[in-house]
C-alpha cells in the first residue's frame, strides 16, 4: 500500500503513526505545508473515553502524552460576582505544540516520510499515484472542495464572533465566564493546559460585538498571521477582573466565525476526508482535535481489518459517522445556547450555572448528582424554595414540584400530550376515548389532555376525530370525564382545533400518511387557496363571514368544555391547522388585512383567543400550542414567534404549549431527542409566559433536567406514556419518590415498588482486601513546583 496524507496535523500524523505500526511495510507520505515547529491554537484537550482509546491503541504515544497533562475534575462558572463550581468531570489537556512534537518523534521512530514545508499535490494526482489519499486539511479543505459534488458539503457559518487566545494566567479548573457589561454579554472559555499557560477563547455575539468597537478594529487589513491586537487590548480591559493583572497571548488571533462541517458522506473511490475537513463540533464541548484522532483510529483500524480499501472506507464512515453526527448534535445544542446566552443571563447564578452544565443534553440532572451531588442539591434547594407555592418548599425531584397556570395548580409537571385516537363516530367519542384518558390519568401525570376535538363537523382531519359541536359529543365528554375523576385527581384538558386544509383526511394509514376523502370528504376552508400537497383538495380562502362563523364555533365549543367537566382548555394553532395557516408565512398569502405582516397574520387568532378566553372561566387554564419553526425556508422565525407570544399572553393565554412543524408538506425538520425545546426555552426566557416542552422528550432524567434548568415549566411526554401509561409512577417509584405528587391508586399500591429481577436476591461476597479510595470529586489544576537544584 501507498497512502498519501493531506495535513500534517495531529490527526493526520496520528493516522500516520498507527498504520505505519500496524502495516509496517506500507510507504505513507504526510505532506504539511508548515514547518515542524508552527502550530495554531494553544491547549487540547482530551475525555478520559478517547484517552483510553489512545493506551490501547499506541502506549508510547499515550506514555509521552500522560507525561506532559495537565489534569483537574472542576468546572468552574463565574455570573454575576459568583464563581460556582461542579465537580466529578475528569479533563485532561496539554499544549497543541507538545502533542505535535509527540507525534511527531513517533512518526519518526515509525519510518513515516513527513515532508514539513511541502504543499501537498492536487488530490485528483495523488489519487492517481497513490493506492489511498487521507485528507486531513481542515475546515477549509481543498480536497474536499475538489470532489465537492461526491462530498455534499454543508457549511453552517454560525452568527458569533471568537477569538482563540491564550493567558499566562492559569485557571485551576475549565473556567466558564459570562460578564455583562454596557454593550452586552460575552463568554469566555478557558481551560489550563501546562504549568504556565491556559487556552482563552473569547466569544460574543455580533450586535454586542459591534456596541463594543470590536467592528471598527477588524475591519482593517492584516498581513496573514498577524493578530488583531487593539481587539486583544480591548478585551484584556473588558475582563481583567478575571485576567488578574495577566496578558492575553495572540497566535495569528483575530475575530472569526464558527463553521460546523457536514457532509453528505467522507469518501470518493480512494480518497477520504479525516477530522475537520469531514466534520466540525463547536468548541464549547470538546476538542476538534479529540475527534479527528478518533476518526485517525477508526480509520486505521478498518484498513486492517478489511481486504481492500473501499470496504475499509466503507466501514470506516458506517462505524464512525453516527459517532460524530451524535457529537454534533450534542455540539450544536452547546453552540446555539451559547450565541443566545443572554436569555438567561438573569437567571439566579445556581440555577444559570445548572442550564449552562447541562445545556448540550449530554450531561443531565442524574449524571450531574453522580459527578457531584452536593451541587446538583444546592441547585436543587434553590429551585425547591424559588418555586414553592404557599411558602412552603417541597423536596420533591423537580419533576414531582406543583405548578400553578391561571387559576389552576397542577400537583406535577408531566402533561400527557393531547393524542389523536381515531375513533369517535361521527364526532362522538365512545370507550376508546374513555379508557385512553382514564388510562392515562392513573398513570400519575398533573395534567392528561384530549386530543384534536374539532369544532365543527367541517373541521375534523379525519371522520374518525372527535367533535364538541353537539349536545350528544358534549354529553358524551361529560361520562368521560366524570368516570375518570372517580379515578383519579388529574387535571384534563381538552385541545379545540378545526383543520383547515389538513382537514377531509383518511385516518392514518401504517406509514403514518393520510389520502384525501375526495367525494366522500367535506368542504375545506383555510387562510389561502393552498392545497396541503399535489394529491391534496384545494381549499377556499376564508371570507369575513367565514371568520365570524368559526370565532362562535370556538366560543360554544369552548362553553361546552368547560360544562363537560374539563379543567384546561388548548387551542390548536400549530401543525398546519386552520389557525397554523394565518400564522405561517408559507400558508397565508392573503393580501387584504388577515395576511402580509406578522400583526396581520395574528390578527384572525388573536380575535379567537380573545373570544374564548372571554367565556372561559379564570379559575380555569387556557393554553395555546404553535408550531414555533416550520422546518422550511421563508417560514416563520424567531421574531415572529416572540411576537407572536406576546401578543397571546396579552390576550389571555396562560402558558404556550411548545411544537413545531408539520405546517407545510416539504418540511425538514431536524429531529433528536427533546429537539423542540429550544424553542420553549427561546419563549419562556424572553417573553417570560409559562411554556410546555414536547418532542422527544422520554426519560424523568430529562424532564427534571429541564425544569430546573429553568428551559420548561411542564413537560408533555408523549409516545413513553403511550408505551407505558405508569411512566410518571414508575419515574416516581424509580426515584424512590413516594409523596403527594404522584400517587399509586388503592387497587394497584402493591405494585408501587420496583419489582425483584433475575439474580437481585444474589448478595456479592468482598474480594479486595484493601478497597480503593474514592477520587476526590473536586481536583483542581495546580502548577507543578519548579525543579531546584541542590
Known sequence: MRVAVIGGGPGGLYFAALSKQLSPQWEITVWERNAADDTFGFGVVFSDETLDGIAQADPEIYRAMSAEFARWSDIDVRHRGRTLTSGGHGFAALGRKRLLQILQERCAALGVDVRYRTQAPPAAELADAYDLVVACDGVRSQTRGAYAGTFGPDLDERHCRYMWLATD?????????????????LQVHAYPFDDSRSTFIVE????????????????????????????????????????????????????IRFTTVRNRTWRHENVVLLGDAAHTAHFSIGSGTKLAMEDALALAACLHEHPDVSSALAAYEAERKPVVESTQRAAQASLEWFENVGRHTGQDPLQFAFNLLTRSRRVTYDNLRVRDQAFTDAVDTWHAQ???????????????????TGGLRLRNRVVAPPIALYSAQHGVPGDVELVHLNTQALGGPGLVMAGMTAVTADGRATPGCPGLYTDEQEAAWRRITAFVRRQSDSCLGIQLTHAGRRAATSTPRADGR??????????????????????????REATREDMDALVQDFVTAARRADRAGFDVLEL????????????????????????????????????????????????????????????????IGEDDVVGLCRALADAGADAIDVSTGEVVAHEQPRYGRSYQTPYADLIRNTV??????????????????????????????????????????????????????????????????????????????????LRDAPAPVHQRWLPRPAATTV
Request: proline share 8%; hydrophobic share 40%; glycine share 10%.
Open 169 to 185: 494566567k492559569v485557571f485551576e479548573a475549565f473556567t466558564f465566564i459570562v460578564a455583562e457589561r454596557d454593550f452586552g454579554s
Open 204 to 255: 460574543i455575539d455580533e450586535d454586542s460585538w459591534r456596541r463594543a468597537g470590536f467592528d471598527a478594529f477588524a475591519s482593517r487589513d492584516l498581513p496573514p498571521g498577524t493578530s488583531d491586537e487593539q481587539s486583544i487590548r480591548r478585551c484584556e480591559e473588558i475582563l481583567a477582573d478575571h485576567l488578574d493583572g495577566h496578558r492575553l497571548i495572540p497566535n495569528g488571533s483575530r475575530w
Open 386 to 404: 424559588h418555586t414553592a407555592i404557599g411558602g412552603r418548599a417541597d423536596s420533591a425531584p423537580p419533576m414531582f414540584r406543583p405548578f400553578q
Open 514 to 539: 393520510c389520502t384525501p376523502l375526495g367525494d366522500d370528504g367535506w368542504p375545506l376552508v383555510a387562510a389561502s387557496a393552498l392545497p396541503w400537497d399535489a394529491a391534496s383538495t384545494t381549499p
Open 572 to 635: 390548536q394553532y400549530g401543525h398546519g391547522h386552520l389557525m397554523s395557516g394565518f400564522l405561517s408565512p408559507l400558508t397565508n398569502t392573503r393580501t387584504d388585512a388577515y395576511g402580509g405582516s406578522l400583526a396581520h397574520r395574528m390578527r384572525f387568532p388573536l380575535e379567537v383567543l380573545r373570544a374564548v378566553r372571554a367565556v372561559w372561566p379564570f379559575g380555569k387554564a387556557l393554553i395555546v400550542r404553535i408550531s414555533a419553526s416550520d422546518w422550511a425556508d421563508g417560514g
Open 688 to 769: 417570560g409566559i409559562p411554556v410546555i416542552a414536547v418532542g422527544a422528550i422520554s426519560t424523568y432524567d430529562d424532564v427534571n433536567s429541564l425544569i430546573l434548568a429553568g428551559r420548561a415549566d411542564l413537560c408533555a411526554v408523549g409516545r413513553a406514556q403511550l408505551h407505558d401509561p405508569l411512566w410518571t409512577l414508575h419515574a416516581a417509584a424509580a426515584q424512590q419518590y413516594t409523596g403527594p405528587a404522584a400517587p399509586w391508586p388503592a387497587s394497584w399500591k402493591a405494585g408501587s415498588g420496583r419489582p425483584p429481577g433475575a439474580r437481585t436476591d444474589r448478595v456479592p461476597p468482598r474480594l479486595q482486601l
